[in-house]
């Protein structure tokens, strides 16, 4: 049975970054005070010359000092991001920023687990098809039948009629 707030979890409007001294909100998440403030503690670890920057070779150790795990190709992309200039480094803002976006994502994907365990009725960790039709006509996106049908088979590629996590995942997070 899906629960009710599913709708919600699964389609969150976008919003502008706000920082302010005591807390950091991304796009409608809010990250806690204490959890800024070992944000901050950990880039002030890695700021060795007491530049308030950080060199972003340094984005993944410091992510790892506050037990975060971010592959390498996303560390290159938000390195990108907030250092434009591509000056090799990035000041504390950008890493708040960073930080922020990494646990919104990461509470993003505990939300999908739990929307995909709703709907895997089954638990085989597979959902069908069937399933995934009705949830993209029940979130109230203008989708056409003939856009569902797309996005269904663009994503149990290999036409087996259920879709497991991963493509769950990068189903609900495309565009």
């Not at 907030?82 to 920023?97: N, S």
């Not at 939300?111 to 597979?126: I, S, V, W």
């Amino acid at each position: 049975r899906v629960h009710g707030d599913l709708r919600s979890a699964l389609h969150r409007p976008r919003k502008k970054i706000h920082i302010s001294n005591m807390s950091l909100i991304i796009e409608d998440f809010e990250v806690k005070e204490d959890q800024v403030k070992k944000a901050k503690d950990a880039f002030k670890s890695f700021d060795k010359k007491g530049q308030d920057l950080i060199s972003t070779n340094d984005l993944g150790p410091a992510f790892r000092a506050l037990n975060l795990s971010v592959n390498a190709d996303k560390i290159k992309e938000w390195s990108d991001l907030v250092d434009e200039e591509a000056t090799g480094k990035i000041d504390a803002k950008g890493f708040l920023i960073l930080f922020g976006k990494k646990l919104k994502s990461d509470e993003e994907e505990r939300e999908l687990r739990e929307a995909f365990r709703c709907l895997d009725t089954g638990r085989r960790g597979e959902i069908d098809v069937q399933d995934i039709r009705w949830l993209l006509k029940s979130l109230g996106d203008d989708l056409t039948d003939e856009d569902i049908e797309e996005m269904i088979r663009e994503t149990d590629t290999d036409g087996s009629g259920f879709v497991d996590f991963d493509e769950f995942y990068k189903l609900m997070q495309s565009e």
